[in-house]
């Protein structure tokens, strides 16, 4: 008989509604799991078992009563950068204390009404500006495929928690890659959506137009219900996107596309890097795969290209420098987010508007150029996952970015564009490391990729590859 977190999202919230297991058991089979591996992969930073076995047991009599939301007792996590109201919030940080404004974020306002409960608060890295997630207060989240390894940032500590089956699936957010890029080095499935699709209130101001939320799963079928618990705005969202054409995210994911136009390429657009080899083995074997689908691959030459790196640069500067910290706070949090935020503060208002005028015309560029494709497919890293402390360097904030830059080239163009991006697990090394892949989507047309996602699972399956810790 399969354990209880053997069951995917969807598999547990069927198996709560029949009554075949209880929120209670799930809860507590979770807990007990991170009880004993969360020290070693660093996936939370807060365990709210109190509260966690509290809304179980509330669930478990609501189930009697039936009429439920679609993932009613099911756990998930949050992460530290989002805020919930009677748990602190810690940002990655130490240079402040924990935050509790009493406040839910839309999010996790949307994830409980979905019927979802929280464990706890994930790891992240200082304020989320890192792709990798090494805080102060925390250990470092790793995959669990090779525990020397970053689980990579910033939602490094929910990918690892999903990977490592401490939960079904968790709530990601992505600036720049950062559900995609934990996603595929911990070998899961992680959608950035369409910029408007998930709503950042209620503090969320949306000036650059960045970050947004999204889910981090097992499968694709996952991370669509998950996606479909988040979506939708709130009152005073500046954009948002229209609704999908068929009933839910997950519903599309059993319309099997036929034969699409895919476009890809596989040369980094924010950096001067090196592709490594397993990295574009396992574009070309996606690649491959789709033409074996009946799909049309061709090549595409990207209209984003390195000259956008100061615009983009400025306006991650801008946003840092928007942290709502003093200069005395600031001088106690890490060398990167001190440099970040000069580099920010220094900049004029006319210069940060100018920078964020440059990547939307850029976007509008992209977006046209590839009008004709269904998808386009690249390498979600340019490398494979990074050793612990490979990428971080404390002593030369300009050389850690750069670092950066160089392992995830592909990633940030398209929270330029607001286009929504999946990373796929398609690949793994000879050593065993997973190796992701990412498909781009039309702007508010994250049903194409889960359509795709489903249809390249179905065709090479993914879901039951595990670590050894599993």
Same mark, same amino acid.
Not at 172 to 175: H, L, V
């Given at each position: 008989?399969?354990?209880?977190?053997?069951?995917?999202?969807?598999?547990?919230?069927?198996?709560?509604?029949?009554?075949?297991?209880?929120?209670?058991?799930?809860?507590?089979?979770? *807990?007990a799991?991170i009880?004993?591996?969360?020290? #070693?992969?660093?996936?939370?930073?807060?365990?709210?078992?109190?509260?966690?076995?509290?809304?179980? +047991?509330?669930?478990?009599?609501?189930?009697? @009563? &039936?009429?439920?939301?679609?993932?009613?007792?099911?756990?998930?996590?949050?992460?530290?950068?989002?805020?919930?109201?009677?748990?602190?919030?810690? %940002?990655? #940080?130490? !240079?402040?204390?924990?935050?509790?404004?009493?406040?839910d974020?839309?999010?996790?306002? +949307?994830?409980?009404?979905?019927?979802?409960?929280?464990?706890?608060?994930?790891?992240?890295?200082?304020?989320?500006?890192?792709c990798?997630?090494?805080?102060?207060?925390?250990? /470092?989240?790793?995959?669990?495929?090779?525990?020397?390894?970053?689980?990579?940032?910033?939602?490094?500590?929910?990918?690892?928690?999903?990977? !490592?089956?401490?939960?079904?699936?968790?709530q990601?957010?992505?600036?720049g &890659?950062?559900?995609?890029?934990? !996603?595929?080095?911990c070998?899961?499935?992680?959608? +950035?959506?369409?910029?408007?699709?998930?709503?950042?209130?209620?503090?969320?101001?949306?000036?650059?137009? $960045?970050?947004?939320?999204?889910?981090?799963?097992?499968?694709?079928?996952d991370a669509?219900?998950?996606?479909?618990?988040?979506?939708?705005?709130?009152?005073?969202?500046?954009?948002?996107?229209?609704?999908?054409?068929?009933?839910?995210?997950?519903?599309?994911?059993?319309?099997?596309?036929?034969?699409?136009?895919?476009?890809?390429?596989?040369?980094?657009?924010?950096?001067?890097?090196?592709?490594? /080899?397993?990295?574009?083995?396992?574009?070309?074997?996606?690649?491959?795969?789709?033409?074996?689908?009946?799909?049309?691959?061709?090549?595409?030459?990207?209209?984003?290209?390195?000259?956008?790196?100061?615009? %983009?640069?400025?306006?991650?500067?801008?946003?840092?420098?928007?942290?709502?910290?003093?200069?005395?706070?600031?001088? =106690?949090?890490?060398?990167?987010?001190?440099?970040?935020?000069?580099?920010?503060?220094?900049?004029?208002?006319?210069?940060?508007?100018?920078?964020?005028?440059? $990547?939307?015309?850029?976007?509008?560029?992209?977006?046209?150029?590839?009008?004709? %494709?269904?998808?386009? $497919?690249?390498?979600?890293?340019?490398?494979?996952?990074?050793?612990?402390?490979?990428?971080?360097?404390?002593?030369?904030?300009t050389?850690?970015?750069?670092?950066?830059? =160089?392992?995830?080239?592909?990633?940030?163009?398209?929270?330029?564009?607001?286009?929504? @991006?999946?990373?796929?697990p398609?690949?793994?090394?000879?050593?065993?490391?997973?190796?992701?892949?990412?498909?781009?989507?039309?702007p508010?047309?994250?049903?194409?990729? *889960?359509?795709?996602?489903?249809?390249?699972?179905?065709?090479?399956?993914?879901?039951?590859?595990?670590?050894?810790?599993?």
């Open positions: 008989m399969a354990d209880l977190h053997d069951l995917t999202l969807l598999a547990q919230a069927v198996a709560v509604r029949s009554g075949d297991i209880s929120p209670v058991e799930l809860v507590e089979h979770y *807990l799991r009880d004993r591996l969360d020290e #070693t992969v660093g996936a939370f930073v807060t365990v709210t078992a109190d509260r966690a076995l509290a809304a179980a +047991k509330a669930a478990e009599l609501e189930t009697v @009563a &039936g009429d439920n939301p679609p993932l009613h007792g099911v756990p998930i996590a949050v992460k530290d950068l989002n805020l919930t109201a009677g748990v602190p919030t810690r %940002f990655g #940080t130490a !240079s402040i204390p924990p935050v509790d404004l009493g406040v974020d839309a999010v996790v306002v +949307k994830l409980a009404a979905a019927g979802l409960i929280s464990l706890g608060k994930t790891n992240t890295p200082e304020f989320g500006l890192p990798y997630t090494e805080p102060e207060v925390a250990p /470092p989240a790793r995959t669990p495929w090779d525990l020397t390894r970053s689980a990579g940032g910033s939602s490094g500590g929910a990918a690892a928690a999903v990977a !490592s089956g401490l939960l079904p699936a968790a990601g957010s992505d600036g &890659g950062s559900i995609r890029i934990p !996603s595929s080095v070998g899961l499935v992680g959608l +950035k959506p369409s910029r408007g699709r998930v709503s950042n209130a209620p503090f969320g101001m949306e000036i650059s137009g $960045l970050p947004t939320n999204g889910p981090i799963a097992r499968t694709t079928r669509a219900a998950l996606l479909d618990a988040m979506a939708g705005p709130a009152p005073g969202d500046w954009t948002w996107a229209p609704s999908p054409p068929y009933p839910s995210f997950l519903a599309a994911c059993d319309d099997e596309p036929q034969r699409l136009r895919i476009g890809r390429y596989a040369t980094p657009v924010i950096a001067d890097a090196a592709v490594d /080899p397993v990295c574009l083995a396992a574009w070309e074997a996606a690649s491959a795969l789709l033409a074996d689908l009946g799909h049309e691959v061709v090549d595409h030459t990207p209209t984003f290209t390195e000259a956008l790196v100061p615009a %983009f640069e400025a306006v991650w500067a801008g946003e840092a420098a928007r942290l709502p910290i003093t200069d005395e706070i600031a001088a =106690r949090a890490r060398p990167l987010t001190q440099w970040l935020r000069d580099r920010g503060t220094a900049q004029s208002g006319i210069e940060f508007g100018n920078a964020l005028g440059t $990547l939307r015309l850029a976007a509008r560029a992209e977006i046209e150029a590839t009008a004709g %494709f269904d998808a386009v $497919l690249t390498p979600t890293l340019a490398q494979p996952p990074a050793p612990v402390g490979g990428l971080r360097n404390d002593a030369d904030p050389a850690d970015f750069e670092a950066q830059k =160089r392992f995830t080239p592909f990633t940030s163009p398209y929270n330029m564009s607001g286009q929504p @991006a999946i990373s796929l398609l690949h793994w090394s000879e050593q065993g490391l997973p190796i992701g892949v990412q498909l781009i989507g039309r508010h047309d994250e049903a194409t990729l *889960l359509r795709i996602g489903a249809q390249l699972e179905a065709a090479q399956p993914w879901r039951d590859r595990h670590p050894d810790l599993w």
